[in-house]
């Protein structure tokens, strides 16, 4: 267990819809990654925060969108859903968010877009 | 920037023969190098990294990689593989400067067999 939590672990929907996943980061860490594992793509960065703040950017689509909040938690907003975003989607938290800081991994949550 | 080669979609052993998965990276400051497992229907789990000082890093579960700078290769290897050790394995490298993506190579499943 790295001690970041997501929720859901899966989730179904539809096309066109809208979804939020929430990702609790390690008692500590501040900086919050998001990221997408497909089978076309692979692992892709897509967004981090530090303390609230956007600090990085990935592949991030402009229908998705995140925000870390003052209890530090995160959540990853898809918009628009198309099949395409049908993927595991992989929160990670560190304590600095830089260099050559640990990322732990949640266990992700499965969306699958029909 | 930064990119990751992983040779090898597939690695296959015998239980007890050595491990060994490649990983070639590219990076345009001096990188942070990591090695990541994932198991079925899991999030990433850390095995080792590479950051600064000695160039041959110890990880968890007896795993090993020696930072080669002239050959730009962070090489995973285990001298003995235990059926438990059948996973996918992910490469990673991250600039050391500022707030920079951890970018993932393309993944090496590991089979082990009896």
């Known amino acids: 267990d790295s001690g970041v939590t997501q929720t859901p672990k899966h989730l179904i929907t539809a096309t066109g819809q809208r979804v939020t996943l929430r990702c609790s980061p390690r008692?500590?860490?501040?900086?919050v990654y998001w990221y997408q594992q497909s089978l076309d793509q692979g692992l892709q960065f897509l967004i981090q925060?530090?303390?609230?703040?956007?600090?990085a950017k990935g592949n991030i689509l402009e229908r998705f969108s995140a925000q870390q909040f003052p209890d530090l938690h995160s959540e990853l907003n898809l918009s628009s859903l198309e099949l395409g975003d049908s993927a595991l989607y992989f929160c990670?938290?560190?304590?600095?968010?830089?260099?050559?800081?640990?990322?732990?991994f949640g266990p992700g949550t499965r969306l699958t877009v029909l | 920037a930064q990119s990751v080669t992983q040779l090898g979609s597939h690695v296959s052993v015998s239980e007890g023969a050595l491990v060994l998965l490649r990983c070639n990276y590219s990076?345009?400051?001096?990188?942070?190098l990591f090695w990541y497992v994932q198991y079925p229907n899991q999030g990433l789990q850390l095995l080792l990294k590479?950051?600064?000082?000695?160039?041959l890093v110890k990880g968890i579960n007896g795993f090993e990689a020696e930072f080669k700078k002239s050959e730009t290769s962070f090489h995973l290897t285990k001298p003995s593989a235990h059926m438990s050790d059948a996973a996918e394995y992910f490469c990673?490298?991250?600039?050391?400067?500022?707030?920079?993506?951890?970018?993932f190579g393309t993944g090496t499943r590991l089979l082990v067999s009896p």
């Open positions: 990670a938290s560190s304590v600095t968010g830089s260099g050559g800081d640990t990322q732990y």
């Open positions: 008692s500590g860490d501040l900086s």
């Open positions: 925060y530090y303390n609230g703040e956007e600090r």
């Open positions: 990076s345009s400051v001096p990188p942070y």
């Open positions: 590479y950051t600064t000082g000695a160039t």
């Open positions: 990673a490298v991250r600039g050391d400067t500022g707030f920079q993506k951890l970018v």
